[in-house]
């Protein structure tokens, strides 16, 4: 039996359709009805129900979006940094090998090879960056594991919930036997305030940059196959090979859902972040050589936008 542990949320819900799937015994509560939160409560159910396999993918996102995070700082420390360390310690008296949801906003930029020196550029919408993003230059590279995050309270600027992701994973690593797993930017087919797609779909103005992001479905396939193809415990950026513009994002929600608006884009930074956003966007490129070479297969970027577009299933 495997423990899922935030199964309500949009993340959790994916991995519970997906072990539906596979015809996987799981067991899922919500802290309403059992408080998971609390190591004596953790550790008493491990203990007498043995789960082969933990995953956590409950966490504090802010809602609508990360700006509601600076406004309970407590709550997202709590369920950012310090619940993910509960778990970890619980998994590691019982014995129990875990995954936990991490996020790839940790890091902001890509890192640019020129001269067979590689340097880190945290802004991409510098236009001479941007043109090698619009022309899939390989001189664009994404971030590896071993690459410490560059937007985190020890290398800022960065949102406080970006800050609190990047402590979360220096809270568990080297603790028991865990999976982290970086998300970053969920979409899929179907219409939802949280899908990325949707998003774009509905904000008044565009905010165009480049990044990776994660198929929903895709992410949970990959993160499942780690643990049972039985690839090492650690971190694993889990996107879809490649990054996309948000510009091009945009493109193909045009071509294929022919959307009645136009799309405006905001003009610069300044005016994006006076009227639109708070507090500092991640906006990120990520490699994904270290999960693909453990046998985890995962479809390209651009096949999983086309896919999810074409079988767009629009919220009534
Ligand atoms: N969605 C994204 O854009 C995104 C991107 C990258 C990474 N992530 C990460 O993915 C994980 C899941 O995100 P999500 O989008 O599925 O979030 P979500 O929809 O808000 O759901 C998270 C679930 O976690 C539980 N939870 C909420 N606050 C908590 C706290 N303080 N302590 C413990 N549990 C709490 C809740 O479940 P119950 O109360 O019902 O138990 C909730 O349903 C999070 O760690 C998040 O940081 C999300």
Known sequence: MILLLGATGYIGQAFATELKRRNEAF????RKQVDYTRFDVLLNFLREQKPAFVINSAGYTGKPNVDACELDQTGTLQGNTLFPQTVAHACEAAKIPWGHVSSGCIYSGAKISENEKIRVEKDMTQPDLHALVEKKSTSVHGFTELDAPNFSFRDLPCSFYSGTKALGEEA???IGQSYIWRLRIPFDEFDNARNYLSKVQRYAKVYDNVNSIS???DFVKACLDTWKLGAPFGIYNVTNPGYVTTRHVVEQIEKFLKPKRTFEYWT???????????TPR???VMDTSKLRATGVKIRGVEEALEDSLKNWKPEN
């Open 282 to 284: 991640s906006n990120c």
């Open 215 to 217: 198929h929903r479905a």
């Open 27 to 30: 067991t899922a509560f919500s």
């Open 172 to 174: 568990i690593a080297n």
């Open 268 to 278: 610069s930074d300044a005016e994006f972040y006076q009227i639109a956003a708070k």
